[in-house]
């Protein structure tokens, strides 16, 4: 159960209002990795986790605290708005910082959503639930989450740098530090899972079951071998389940596929085509 509480987790109020800039701040709202998806993720995960206790609780707080995160984008894109143009916008653009702002921020800013935020990302792209993963595995979960983290603190750092009103500087700022603080829980909580349950997932399924030999075994398939150096490619796995390996010339280990020509229904190529290599005289 959720209920309202009025008052912003943090304040949300620029210095001026910018349309452009609103158009930007779609991003982190609405895009792949902005604050609707992680919401909805980190929800999605804690409703699918089968009992309680603190891990479902940790994904619970932090999917309630993103949907404050997405309250208060949606303010400060409503009052970025404030004031825009959108009369009779021949007129408008006569003036030339006018005519600048009609020419870059969002029209459907003012015709669909009447100066408030939009579930888009910032070229106006629908915000989709693909974006999401819930998989019943924690510790894949979390890495997904980490990745979401990374991804979002990326984004608004980059949002931080590209303004210069004060009061959006300081509504990223907060999210840039929460964010901060969700990578490293999120990390925290990586390590416990596998110091119980060790690095690969799923932990559950036997290892005999899968080809042991090529479980810590790196293929070259790059020109050069620079990947050799690396700490994936020699020494004790990770895991601690083998030790890495580096094939720098690997060979197949399959076949040439053969596939059964298709029913004549299908109207294919004809097969006595497809495994001609003549070529036709005039393309001599």
């Excluded at 159960?1 to 910018?18: I, S, T």
């Excluded at 930007?24 to 792949?32: R, T, V």
């Excluded at 009992?51 to 932090?62: H, I, V, W």
């Excluded at 999210?175 to 999120?186: K, S, V």
């Amino acid at each position: 159960m959720f209920y309202h509480v009025k008052e912003l987790q943090y304040r949300a109020k620029p210095e001026r209002p910018d349309p452009l800039f609103a158009k930007q701040l779609q991003e982190i709202l609405g895009g792949q990795f902005g604050e609707i998806s992680v919401a909805l993720q980190y929800l999605f995960q804690g409703w699918n986790v089968r009992g309680n206790g603190k891990y479902k609780d940790l994904l619970m707080d932090t999917g309630a605290e993103e949907l404050a995160h997405i309250e208060m984008l949606a303010t400060m894109i409503a009052r970025l708005l404030d004031g825009a143009p959108v009369g009779d916008l021949e007129v408008a653009a006569k003036d030339p910082v006018i005519g600048a702002i009609l020419g870059g921020m969002n029209p459907q800013h003012a015709i669909v959503s009447g100066l408030g935020a939009m579930p888009v990302d910032s070229v106006g792209n629908r915000w989709t639930a693909s974006y999401i993963g819930a998989s019943g595995n924690l510790l894949a979960d979390f890495r997904a989450n980490l990745n979401a983290e990374s991804q979002g603190r990326l984004q608004a750092v980059r949002l931080y740098e590209a303004t210069t009103d004060r009061g959006v500087k300081d509504m990223l700022s907060w999210l840039i530090a929460r964010d901060t603080m969700h990578q490293n829980q999120w990390l925290a909580a990586i390590y416990e899972l596998e110091a119980k349950e060790n690095v690969v997932v799923p932990s559950t399924f036997p290892r005999e079951l899968e080809k042991q030999e090529v479980s810590h075994v790196l293929f070259n398939y790059s020109r050069g071998n620079e990947s050799a150096t690396g700490r994936w490619a020699n020494g004790p796995s990770i895991d601690g389940n083998g030790m890495f390996s580096y094939v720098e010339n690997p060979v197949p280990h399959g076949k040439i596929p053969v596939l059964k020509p298709a029913p004549p229904y299908i109207h294919d190529t004809l097969p006595s085509v497809l495994n001609t290599n003549l070529v036709p005289p005039n393309m001599c």
